[in-house]
C-alpha cells in the first residue's frame, strides 16, 4: 500500500496506524537489513575526508621502505615537528581528521617505546629525541577538535623477533597498546597487509614470511586496543574497515559496505552484495606526485583533482584518506598548504562541506522544495521532510514488501542543480540497489540524467555529478523545475536519512 505525503503540503494524518495495523513495535522501526555496523565503524563513516601524514626515517633517507638497518641519527628533523601545522592545513581543506604515520616498514619508532631500541630515543640532532610525534599528534588534533590514529607496521624489518614467536607479544601488541594510550579517543588504527619478505632483522638478514590472519594475533589485537580506545576501528589487517583496492583514490561506482570476513576474492572496489561481514571501504591516495614519503622535488596535486578523488571515493560510499607528508623541517610544504586551501574552497562552494573560517556555502536547493514521496511508513516517523531536516538520525522509508519508491522536488522556479547527495541511515544496513534520476525544465518533460553511471548502491554516502562526469563536474548545470528520484529496487524496504540538491 503506498500513501504520497508532501513536504510543506498536506500531510496525511498518522495516528492511529500502529494499533489499526497490529504492528510488532510501538512505532514500526524498520528491522535491520543485516549485516550491521558497529557504533565505532558508523562514527568512522562520518569522519568521511582525512589525512595520511607519511613522516619517519624515509624522510630523510630518500627512500619508500627502509631496510631496517638504519644508524637511527639519520633521522634528524630540521627543525621542531609541527604536527599542529599539519592539523590546521588539512582542516582548511574539509578533512575531519588524520592518520600519522608513527611506524613504517622499517620499524623506527616515533615514540619513546620501551619495545625497541630503533627509536627517537636514539635519534639525531637537537629536535630528533625530543619530538614524541603521538604525543605531539594527539595533542594537535584534540586542540582544533580533529579525529586522530597512527598507521603502526606490523611488518617490521629491523626488529630480530619479526617471524618469530615472540615479536607479536613482545613487540607489536606493546606497541599497538602504548599507542592507544595516546588517547583513548582515537577513531582509527592503520595496519597494513605486509606478510614480510627480506630484511635486517636484528642482523640476521634474510626472508622472513608470516600468515597475517594468524600470526598478527587480530582477535586479540582488537580486544587489547578497544578496552583502551573502545572507537577505535582496526584498519586492514584489523578487519572492521577494508582497502579499497588502489591507491589512486576512487571507488566502484557499484560499492558495497560488506564483504566476507577477510575474504581476498571481493573486487575490492564494488564489496559484495551477499557478504555478511560489514567491512566498509577506504581509499588511501597520495595528494603529491612522488611516493608517499616526501621527496625533494615533489609536486602537489591540484584542488580540482583532488576534488575529482573526493567525488569518487567519498561518493560513492567509501572513506578518502589523503596523504599530505610533512618535509624535513617536519611541516607541510606552502604549495601542499595552498592547495589544500582551494580544495576546501571548492568542497564548501560545491557542496556545503563546512570548512572553518569560510562564509557562504553551497545552497542546498532541496530545502526549499516540495518533496512529494509515493510511500511512506506507518508509525508517524517517517516522513519524507526527515531527509531535509539536517538530522542524521532522522530518515523515510517505506512499508515493508515496498521495494520501489519516487520522489519528487518542485520548486516555484527553476533551480540551476549540479549534484544531488542521498545517504541512507546504516545503522539499518545498506539497502538500496537500483535507482534513476530525472529532471524536468518545465514541470511535465522529463529527461534522465547520468543514464551512462551506475545508480545502484547509496549506503553512508553516495554523490552525483547530475552531469555524469567526475572529471568534469561541475559543468554548467541543469536549469530544473523538478527532479526525480525513482528507487527501482533495494534489498529490504528503502530507508533514506539525507537528501541535498546543489
Not at 628533523?77 to 575531519?96: D, F, H, I, L
Not at 564489496?271 to 606526485?289: L, Q
Not at 583533482?305 to 607528508?325: D, H, K, S, W
Request: hydrophobic share 35%.
Amino acid at each position: 500500500m503506498k500513501i504520497k505525503t508532501l513536504l510543506f503540503g498536506l500531510m496525511m494524518p498518522m495516528v492511529g496506524f500502529a494499533q489499526v495495523y497490529d504492528l510488532p513495535n510501538s512505532d514500526n522501526t524498520p528491522a535491520p537489513c543485516h549485516p550491521v555496523p558497529h557504533k565505532r565503524q558508523i562514527l568512522w563513516n562520518e569522519t568521511e575526508f582525512y589525512a595520511f601524514f607519511h613522516y619517519g626515517m624515509n624522510t630523510f633517507t630518500g627512500k619508500e621502505w627502509g631496510f631496517g638497518d638504519e644508524d637511527e641519527k639519520i633521522y634528524n628533523p630540521k627543525a621542531m615537528p609541527n604536527p599542529e601545522q599539519w592539523v590546521t592545513s588539512v582542516k582548511a581543506a574539509g578533512m575531519r581528521g588524520g592518520i600519522a604515520v608513527v611506524k613504517h616498514h622499517d620499524g623506527f619508532c616515533l615514540w619513546p617505546t620501551a619495545t625497541t631500541s630503533h627509536s627517537i630515543k636514539n635519534s639525531g640532532g637537537e629536535y630528533g629525541p625530543k619530538a614524541n610525534i603521538p604525543q605531539l599528534f594527539a595533542e594537535a588534533s584534540q586542540k582544533h577538535n580533529m579525529k586522530y590514529g597512527f598507521y603502526i607496521s606490523p611488518w617490521d624489518r629491523n626488529s630480530a623477533h619479526y617471524g618469530k614467536d615472540t615479536y607479536v607479544t613482545e613487540v607489536f601488541l606493546k606497541q599497538c597498546e602504548e599507542l592507544a594510550e595516546y588517547g583513548e579517543d582515537q577513531f582509527e588504527m592503520w595496519f597494513d597487509g605486509a606478510r614480510g619478505g627480506d630484511g635486517y632483522y636484528g642482523g640476521e638478514g634474510g626472508n622472513r614470511n608470516i600468515d597475517a590472519e594468524i600470526y598478527y594475533d587480530i582477535p586479540n589485537l582488537r580486544a587489547r586496543v578497544h578496552r583502551i580506545a573502545p572507537n577505535c576501528v582496526m584498519w586492514g589487517v584489523g578487519g572492521e574497515a577494508r582497502w579499497i583496492g588502489n591507491e589512486s583514490g576512487y571507488a566502484g561506482e557499484t560499492d558495497w559496505a560488506m564483504t566476507d570476513y577477510m575474504s581476498e576474492s571481493v573486487v575490492r572496489e564494488e564489496g559484495d552484495i551477499n557478504g555478511w561481514f560489514w567491512n566498509p571501504g577506504e581509499s588511501d591516495a597520495k595528494a603529491t606526485s612522488a611516493g608517499w614519503f616526501w621527496h625533494q622535488g615533489e609536486s602537489m596535486k591540484s584542488a580540482e583533482r583532488l576534488f575529482q578523488m573526493y567525488l569518487e571515493t567519498v561518493g560513492r560510499n567509501a572513506t578518502l584518506i589523503l596523504n599530505c607528508p610533512p618535509d624535513q623541517y617536519g611541516v607541510l610544504p606552502a604549495n601542499t598548504v595552498n592547495e589544500l586551501k582551494k580544495l576546501g574552497q571548492l568542497l564548501h562552494g560545491r557542496l556545503a562541506v563546512p570548512v572553518e573560517g569560510l562564509d557562504a556555502p553551497a545552497v542546498d536547493y532541496a530545502k526549499t522544495a516540495q518533496i512529494e514521496v509515493d510511500d511512506t511508513r506507518f508509525g508517524g516517523r517517517y516522513e519524507i521532510s526527515n531527509v531535509a531536516d539536517g538530522d542524521k538520525d532522522t530518515y523515510w522509508g517505506t512499508n515493508d514488501g515496498d521495494l520501489d519508491a519516487t520522489i519528487t522536488l518542485t520548486w516555484d522556479t527553476p533551480q540551476v542543480i549540479r549534484y544531488l547527495v542521498m545517504q541512507e541511515p546504516i545503522k539499518l544496513g545498506q539497502r538500496i540497489k537500483d535507482f534513476k534520476i530525472e529532471y524536468s525544465e518545465d514541470g511535465s518533460t522529463w529527461t534522465e540524467l547520468c543514464p551512462n553511471m551506475q545508480t545502484t548502491t547509496v549506503g553512508y554516502k553516495r554523490i552525483i555529478p547530475l552531469n555524469g562526469k567526475t572529471t568534469e563536474s561541475y559543468g554548467n548545470g541543469y536549469s530544473a523545475k523538478k527532479l526525480r528520484i525513482t528507487i527501482l529496487d533495494s534489498r529490504a524496504c528503502p530507508l533514506l536519512s539525507n537528501l541535498n540538491v546543489f
